[in-house]
C-alpha cells in the first residue's frame, strides 16, 4: 500500500480531530461531569490512534492510545475529571498537534512524549500527578530542537569552506540565537537576525536551515555557523541591539574544532553506512509498513473510517490566482459586450450577452468562494489561548468570539493569525485586572475580551475589545517624551487617539515590568508592521479605566465587487455596495453649517454632508445645482452623506490594485476598468468617515 497518497487526507482529517478534541475539552472543562462531551472525544482519540497506526505513526499511536485509556475511565464513571487530569490531557493535545505539524513539514512526527505517557499512565492507575511535572509540548520540542542541534555538525563541504576560511584570518563562530519567550512573529525577528548576518559576513550552515526558519519551522532559536572578518564584540552587540532576541551565545571555532568536527563527521558516515548494510530491502519495508494497516483499520468502528471521507482537494493558491486573474478580464470583456449590445440594439446578441451575464455570475460566486475562507479557522484556537493565559494569571477572563464566519482571503487568512495572538494576549495580561482589582473597581470579577470580526465596505474590520483597565495616556505621553519619540511641544497638540497609536513605536513600551506574556508595546511594532504588509492598519482606542479595542482593516485582495457608479465633474469613480445606505436627493437649501462643518438632517438624527468634488479636487463639477444627489455611507454605527453630480448605477466591477507607488492615494482604494475602456477610481469610505 503506497500511504504517500493519504498523507493529505491523514493529515486533513488529524487536524480536524485534534481542533474538536481542543474545543470539546474546553467544554468538558466548563461542565464536568457531563459524560456526553468525552463520548465525543473517545471517538476522535480511537479514530486519531487507528489513522495513525495504519499510517506507521507510532509514537502519534502510543499517546492517543495512552489519552483513549483516560477517557475510557471518565466515561465509564470510575475516573472524575480534576484540573491535574485537565492539564495533562491539553498537554498531550499540544504534543500531539505538535508531531502532526512536524509530519505537515515532512518530519516523521517523531517526538520525545515519555513523561506525558508516563503520566496518563499514572492517571489511569489511579496517581494523578502535579501539572507542573509534566514537561510541556513545547519544551519536548525543544529539547528535540536542541538535540538536533548538536547531531547538526558540518558536512564535508562546509567543513572545507570553514577550513578555507580559518586559513584566510576570518573568524569562524558557532552563534546560538535565541528568542524572547514573549515573541510570536518568530520569523519577522529571524528575518532581522539574517539582515545583521548578511551585512557582518557569510553563514556557513544554518541549523534548522534557512527556509525552515523563514517559515517559522523552529522552536525559540536556531544555529549557525558564522564566518566574518569583524570582531566577536561587534557581532554580539549588533545582534543584541535586536528586540525580542536574547544575547546571543557567540562561540568561537579553532583549527582543532574543525578537526574534531571532520573525525566526528567521518564515524558518522561508516555509522550510517554500516546501519544501510543492515537495513531491510526496499520490498521488505513496504511488507513492515503495510502490516499495522490491516491491523487497526479491522478493529476500527465502521462508522469512524466511513464518515469521515473527505471529498476535498487541494489546489495550489497559485492556480487560484491565475483563475481569478482571468475570471476578472472576463468580467471586464463581459461588461464591455453588454456595452455594445446596448449601444447596437440587436435583438440575438442582447439575448447571448444576458445568458453570459447570468452563467458568468455563478462562476463569479464560485472562484470568490475558492478564496474566501471563514475567519473561524483563526479564531477557533483562540478559546484555548485565553483559556491558558487566564490561567497562568490567575485571572478570570471570557472570550467572546463573534463573526467567525465573516470570509477573508485565504491569503490574509494565513498570515493575520500571529498578530492577533499578539494583541490578545496584550489585552488579557495588561488590559484585564486580577480579579481583586476588578471587584475593587466597582467591575465584575471576570473581564470580557470581545473578538469581532465584520465586513465594511471591500474591507474586512477585526477588533479586540477588552473592558480592563485602558491605556494611561499621561503615562504613556511623558514615556515617549522622555524617550524622544515626541516633543513636548508636539505632545500639546496630540490627541488622545494618536498619543494611543505611539504604542507601536518600536522598542516603546509603558510596563513597569515585562512579564513573560507580552509587554503593552513590546512587538506591537511588528504586528503594525506584519498587518501593513498586508494592506491593512491597525487603529487603538482607549478609556482609562474602561478598556481598549485594538481594530484591525484588513483589505479584500483580488477581489470582485458590486458597486455604485458616481460621476463627479467629468470623472467616474465606484463606491462598494457593501458601504452604501441608500441615495437620495435633497435640496441645497437642508444644508446646515455648525461650527464650521456642514450637517444635513437624515432619517431622525445630524450627519455630515461632504461634497467629494471639493474633496477630490475635481474640475468641472456642478456647484449652482439647487436639488443635489447623496449617496449615503457607513461605517459601523457612523454615517455620512456624500454629494455627486450623477448616479450612473450599479455595477460588477473587478479590483485592480493601484500598485505600491499610489497605495497612499487618499479614499481610493483600487482601481477598475469600465465596459469603455476607461478606468474608474474605487472610492474608500472609511477613509472618508474618519
Known amino acids: 500500500m503506497e500511504l504517500n497518497q493519504y498523507l493529505g487526507m491523514f ?10 478534541m481542543n474545543d470539546n475539552m474546553l467544554q468538558l472543562e466548563q461542565s464536568p461531569d457531563d459524560i456526553s462531551i468525552v463520548q465525543v472525544m473517545f471517538r476522535s482519540a480511537h479514530t486519531l490512534k487507528g489513522m495513525s497506526a495504519t499510517m506507521g505513526f507510532e509514537e502519534l499511536a502510543t499517546l492517543t492510545h495512552e489519552m483513549e485509556n483516560v477517557l475510557d475511565l471518565v466515561r465509564n464513571h470510575k475516573l472524575r475529571m480534576t484540573e491535574p487530569i485537565f492539564d495533562v490531557l491539553f498537554q498531550c493535545l499540544d504534543a500531539l498537534e505538535t508531531m502532526v505539524q512536524d509530519i505537515i513539514a515532512g518530519g516523521t512526527g517523531k517526538a520525545d512524549v515519555t513523561a506525558i505517557v508516563a503520566s496518563l499512565q499514572a492517571i489511569a492507575k489511579g496517581d494523578v500527578p502535579a501539572s507542573a511535572a509534566i514537561p510541556s509540548a513545547q519544551s519536548a520540542a525543544a529539547s528535540a530542537g536542541s538535540a538536533g542541534s548538536a547531531a547538526g555538525m558540518l558536512d564535508q563541504f562546509q567543513l572545507s569552506v570553514a577550513e578555507q576560511s580559518l586559513q584566510a584570518g576570518l573568524g569562524l563562530y558557532r552563534i546560538d540565537i535565541s528568542l524572547a519567550p514573549t515573541c510570536v512573529l518568530k520569523a519577522a525577528r529571524a528575518f532581522m537576525v539574517f539582515q545583521v548576518f548578511e551585512k557582518f559576513g557569510e553563514v556557513v550552515k544554518s541549523q534548522p536551515a534557512v527556509q525552515d526558519i523563514e517559515q517559522e519551522k523552529f522552536d525559540k532559536g536556531f544555529t549557525v555557523y558564522f564566518v566574518t572578518e569583524h570582531p566577536k564584540e561587534e557581532l554580539e552587540k549588533a545582534l543584541g541591539s535586536i528586540s ?9 571555532i579553532t583549527a582543532a574544532d574543525l578537526k574534531q568536527m571532520r573525525e566526528g563527521e567521518i564515524a558518522k558516515q561508516e555509522t550510517a553506512a554500516a546501519a544501510a548494510a543492515a537495513a531491510p530491502r526496499p520490498a521488505e519495508r513496504r511488507e513492515r509498513a503495510a502490516a499495522p494497516a490491516a491491523g487497526p483499520s479491522a478493529g476500527a468502528p465502521a462508522g469512524a473510517s466511513g464518515g469521515a471521507v473527505n471529498r476535498t482537494i487541494r489546489v495550489d493558491i497559485e492556480k487560484l490566482d ?8 472576463l468580467l471586464i470583456d463581459r461588461v464591455r459586450l453588454e456595452s455594445l449590445a446596448s449601444e447596437l440594439r440587436s435583438q440575438a446578441l442582447t439575448e447571448t450577452v444576458e445568458h453570459m451575464a447570468r452563467v458568468s455570475s455563478d462562476l463569479q460566486n464560485i472562484v470568490l468562494k475558492l478564496r474566501m475562507v471563514p475567519v473561524e479557522s483563526v479564531f477557533n484556537r483562540f478559546p484555548r489561548l485565553i483559556r491558558d493565559l487566564a490561567k497562568t494569571l490567575d485571572k478570570k477572563i471570557e472570550l467572546v468570539i463573534t463573526g467567525a464566519d465573516t470570509e477573508l482571503d485565504r491569503t490574509v487568512i494565513d498570515e493575520i493569525g500571529d498578530p492577533l495572538v499578539h494583541l490578545l494576549r496584550n489585552s488579557g495580561d495588561h488590559g484585564i485586572e486580577r480579579p481583586d482589582e476588578r471587584v475593587a473597581a466597582g467591575k465584575p470579577e471576570q473581564g470580557t475580551v470581545h473578538l469581532r470580526a465584520y465586513h465594511s465596505g471591500n474591507h474586512v474590520f477585526i477588533e479586540i475589545e477588552d473592558d480592563g483597565r485602558g491605556i494611561h495616556t499621561e503615562k504613556v505621553m511623558q514615556t515617549a517624551i522622555k524617550r524622544g519619540v515626541i516633543t513636548a511641544d508636539q505632545a500639546k497638540s496630540m490627541k488622545d487617539e494618536e498619543i494611543h497609536m505611539l504604542l507601536f513605536a518600536p522598542g516603546f513600551s509603558t510596563a513597569d515590568k515585562i512579564t513573560d506574556i507580552s509587554g503593552r508595546g513590546v512587538g506591537l511594532d511588528v504586528v503594525k508592521t506584519k498587518i501593513e504588509s498586508l494592506g491593512g492598519k491597525v487603529t487603538v482606542e482607549s478609556r482609562w479605566g474602561q478598556g481598549t479595542k485594538f481594530t484591525v482593516q484588513l483589505p479584500l485582495t483580488l477581489s470582485i465587487i458590486a458597486a455604485m457608479l458616481i460621476r463627479v465633474g467629468d470623472e467616474k469613480y465606484a463606491i462598494p455596495l457593501s458601504s452604501m445606505v441608500e441615495t437620495s436627493l435633497i435640496p441645497r437649501s437642508e444644508i446646515r453649517v455648525v461650527h464650521g462643518e456642514r450637517l444635513i438632517q437624515y432619517r431622525g438624527s445630524v450627519i455630515p454632508i ?17 436639488e443635489l444627489f447623496v449617496v449615503i455611507v457607513r461605517k459601523g454605527e457612523r454615517l455620512m452623506a456624500l454629494v455627486v453630480d450623477d448616479l450612473i448605477g450599479q455595477q460588477e466591477i473587478v479590483l485592480k ?8 492615494v487618499f479614499a481610493v482604494s483600487g482601481a477598475t476598468i469600465l465596459g469603455d475602456g476607461h478606468v474608474a477610481l474605487i472610492l474608500d469610505p472609511n477613509a472618508l468617515l474618519k
Open 322 to 329: 491565475t483563475l481569478m486573474n482571468l475570471f476578472s478580464e
Open 657 to 664: 490594485s493601484l500598485g505600491s507607488y499610489l497605495s497612499k
Open 11 to 20: 493529515i486533513d482529517e488529524a487536524r480536524e480531530h485534534l481542533q474538536a
Open 244 to 252: 525580542e532576541v536574547e544575547p546571543p551565545v557567540v562561540t568561537a
Open 610 to 626: 461632504l461634497f467629494l468634488s471639493e474633496v477630490l479636487d475635481v474640475p468641472g463639477a456642478d456647484t449652482s445645482a439647487e
